[in-house]
């Protein structure tokens, strides 16, 4: 079989050529993987030898680091340990300390548990004490009774027992919660303690609008009839006065009054009703009071007179006895100079004895007509007290510092000097 040359393109292709080209340069390929094979398993050779080397110095460094690392494990073994004797003791330290503090912080828990108890035990009665005013409150009778009880105890603290009388009957037979008795009238001051408060625990208790309005006109109806009622039967001419106090035993039903219903206040003003809380109560009670001990006081102002008469009667008597006094003193103070110069002249003459200085006294006596020796006697102190007393003066004179003390006049002081 002859093989045809190839026509590519310009060119013409021998096919034999081209397979004894392709061949050769197999068979150069298979040389240089030859090669390749023997320097490859020249350079392994080498390799392994350099791999066994490595290898010896590589057990050496692993033995070594072995030692090195027991050495280390064993360090730190004991590092640990003592890490950890540390740490357990400060852990039972501290347990300790958290023990005690806990243990501190349960007892005061205890504590206030127990305050909470007894505050809550507070609580209780106190609910319990609001349950039974709210159905003390809910039963008219009984919240009569309450009004009534809080107004009495008012008026017995601040009034003696003949200024009031409570549930007295008047001429047109009605009986008022209470009536003042003024002074210079027989007029007395009524007081009514039955407030109706059915509207107010309905104001308070609404929650709607519709409802509010609705607690709102019962209110103005009950309160304004209950003021028409008080104005037709506590007013009499001449047996009660021409005012009249509604007594409300609630401050806050009072601010509510105040504050919602104004106009309520204004009609009872018009119907000459006062509306007071307990502590307006209170106030108009400590001004009858002050009234009334005015007027104690003006009708005892004759007896404090006659008395003041007296006590002048006693002053003037007193004053009196004050000047005779001190009359006596000044008498006694002359006789006491008189004694004194006495005392001198005494004293005087006994040093004179004492001395036996006679010559000058006998030099200067005069020579006696009949022979006879005259002899000097001292002044008679008797007499001389004696004139001293007869003198109406009550002061003596003043003597001279050198001869005696000074006589001071006594001052007299009822008579302003």
């Not at 490859?40 to 110095?57: F, N, Y």
């Not at 640990?80 to 501290?94: A, I, P, S, W």
């Not at 205890?110 to 305050?115: C, D, F, P």
């Not at 007395?188 to 519709?210: H, M, N, Q, S, W």
């Amino acid at each position: 079989m002859v093989l045809e040359p190839l026509q590519i393109g310009t060119m013409t292709v021998d096919p034999v050529l081209v397979g004894l080209v392709l061949a050769g340069l197999a068979v150069l390929a298979l040389l240089l993987l030859a090669v390749v094979l023997i320097v490859h398993l020249s350079r392994r050779k080498e390799d392994a030898a350099a791999q066994d080397h490595q290898l010896g110095e590589m057990r050496v460094r692993l033995q070594t680091l072995a030692e090195i690392s027991v050495s280390r494990h064993g360090e730190l073994a004991r590092a640990v340990n003592e890490r950890l004797d540390r740490m357990t003791h400060k852990v039972g330290t501290d347990l300790n300390e958290s023990s005690r503090k806990t243990h501190e912080t349960m007892s005061r828990l205890n504590e206030r548990l127990a305050v909470i108890d007894t505050a809550q035990k507070n609580l209780t009665e106190l609910s319990s004490n609001m349950v039974s005013l709210q159905e003390i409150l809910a039963n008219k009778q009984a919240r009569g009774a309450f009004g009534q009880m809080r107004m009495e105890a008012i008026i017995k603290d601040g009034l003696p027992a003949g200024a009031y009388t409570f549930q007295a009957t008047l001429s047109n037979n009605k009986r008022p919660d209470c009536l003042l008795h003024m002074p210079n009238t027989p007029a007395g001051l009524v007081i009514d303690a039955k407030f109706p408060l059915e509207g107010f625990e309905a104001f308070r208790a609404a929650r709607t609008e519709d409802e509010k309005k609705y607690a709102a006109r019962r209110i103005r109806t009950d309160v304004g009839e209950h003021i028409k009622a008080m104005a037709e039967k506590y007013f009499i001419a001449g047996e009660t006065q021409d005012t009249a106090i509604l007594f409300v035993p609630s401050e806050s039903i009072s601010a509510d009054l105040a504050e919602h219903f104004p106009d309520i206040l204004q009609k009872a003003y018009r119907a000459r009703i006062v509306i007071c809380a307990p502590n307006m109560l209170m106030l108009a009670v400590q001004t009858m009071q002050a009234i009334l001990k005015d007027v104690q006081m003006r009708e005892q102002a004759h007896l404090i007179q006659r008395e003041v008469a007296t006590l002048m009667e006693d002053m003037g008597r007193f004053r009196d006895r004050v000047l005779d006094l001190q009359r006596h003193f000044g008498q006694a103070n002359a006789d006491i100079d008189k004694i004194l110069t006495s005392a001198d002249k005494i004293t005087k003459r006994g040093q004179k004895i004492e001395h036996l200085d006679f010559e000058e006294e006998a030099k200067a006596a005069p020579a006696p007509k009949n022979g006879t020796p005259v002899t000097q006697h001292a002044p008679d102190v008797t007499q001389a007290s004696a004139a001293a007393a007869s003198q109406s003066k009550p002061q003596g004179p003043a003597r001279n510092p050198s001869k005696g003390p000074r006589i001071i006049r006594q001052p007299d002081l009822l008579a302003g000097e």
